[in-house]
């Protein structure tokens, strides 16, 4: 059976990692690269794959079966509508939009049209998180309570040197990192409702925020907290605890997310859990059953590809949606209007 042809727009770095995904699935294949950049030149050659200009221009001489979106955030909905036009799929990087309102008419086009778009939130494909939601959806935790969480690490000085616009406002790690944060929240406990944050740049000095604590309230009841900095030495973050992206140095003893119910809880991803053995005699006096659960650990990215390929060839649903995205945006936003009224902000 032929292998699926995808096409990369953008050959940044997350660009070439949707590129080396691809190239080195065993369903589908890099048929093009689109950048009209002069750097993207080198890369599309080192790839051995044509580069074109344009996504006017791929369709017209090499139309692919799908086409990853990796562009920059302002072209999001325009090149998602692009596709959508031509008939093709589309995996579309995170966010879904620079705003909610384009996202939104992202949203109603898609659901007009019945287009095939997956969100890029590649976490969602992560195995830790697939079987840390498989726990947490089994009950043996009880009744979900609350989560704690964290994203505190520490981003070098020569990171806002070399790009001045990530120290003004509409870039920070609210709306740069905070929206990883967001997805995950959501596949292991369920949609926010409400949000509140306390903001500060005390450290940094800059226009826009460096640490901020972020209240949740969750539909199902549930609160969550949640501690966010690109400042903080404390490597209690996705990268530094995961072992998925080879680029950081990780900690095996560290945790970034806490899951507790009214009879146990969880650590993610060491994937530490601490339960009742008589859900029926839980007691602060009473203890607990320690045990570690099984899981895997591997690239969320090359699993991404591998779902993407499914959904181009019509053989499963994207399983985070456009809906999904503009969900995720929605909340970061909310964090953003929290934190600066100092309200309760409704995500809905």
Not at 206 to 212: G, K, M, R
Not at 233 to 256: G, H, I, L, R
Request: net charge negative; with cysteine.
């Amino acid at each position: 059976m032929s292998k699926t042809r995808i096409a990369v727009a953008g050959a940044g770095y997350i660009g070439q990692a949707h590129m080396a995904a691809a190239q080195a699935s065993p369903t589908v294949t890099l048929s093009a690269v689109v950048d009209p950049s002069p750097a993207a030149a080198e890369t599309a050659a080192k790839a051995g794959v044509p580069l074109y200009g344009s996504l006017a221009e791929l369709f017209a001489k090499d139309k692919p079966d799908g086409v990853v979106l990796a562009t920059p955030n302002q072209l999001h909905v325009e090149h998602a509508l692009q596709c959508i036009e031509a008939g093709l799929p589309q995996l579309l990087e995170k966010p879904i939009a620079p705003t909610c309102a384009e996202g939104e008419r992202l949203v109603e086009m898609v659901a007009k049209t019945g287009a095939k778009v997956l969100i890029g939130h590649h976490r969602a494909h992560s195995p830790i998180m697939a079987k840390a939601k498989q726990v947490v959806d089994s009950g043996v935790l009880g009744r979900m309570v609350a989560v704690m969480g964290s994203a505190t690490f520490l981003k070098p000085d020569h990171y806002y040197v070399d790009a001045p616009w990530r120290k003004e406002p509409g870039a920070g790690p609210i709306l740069l990192n905070m929206i990883h944060e967001v997805h995950n929240l959501r596949m292991l406990c369920g949609d926010i409702v409400a949000v509140q944050a306390i903001a500060s740049s005390a450290v940094r000095g800059f226009p826009v925020e460096d640490t901020v604590a972020i209240n949740q309230q969750f539909a199902n009841g549930a609160l969550g907290v949640f501690l966010l900095s690109d400042t903080a030495a404390c490597p209690k973050s996705w990268e530094q605890t995961s072992q998925e992206n080879k680029a950081y140095p990780t900690y095996d003893d560290e945790d970034c997310y806490t899951i507790t119910g009214t009879n146990g809880c969880l650590s993610i991803p060491t994937m530490r859990i601490k339960t009742y053995p008589r859900p029926e005699d839980r007691s602060w006096w009473k203890p607990f059953e320690v045990g570690v659960v099984g899981m895997v650990r591997d690239d969320p990215i090359k699993h991404q590809m591998e779902h993407f390929g499914a959904v181009v060839r019509g053989e499963a649903a994207p399983i985070v949606t456009a809906l999904d995205g503009l969900k995720n945006l929605r909340i970061t936003e909310a964090i953003v209007a929290a934190a600066r009224t100092g309200s309760l902000v409704a995500t809905a």
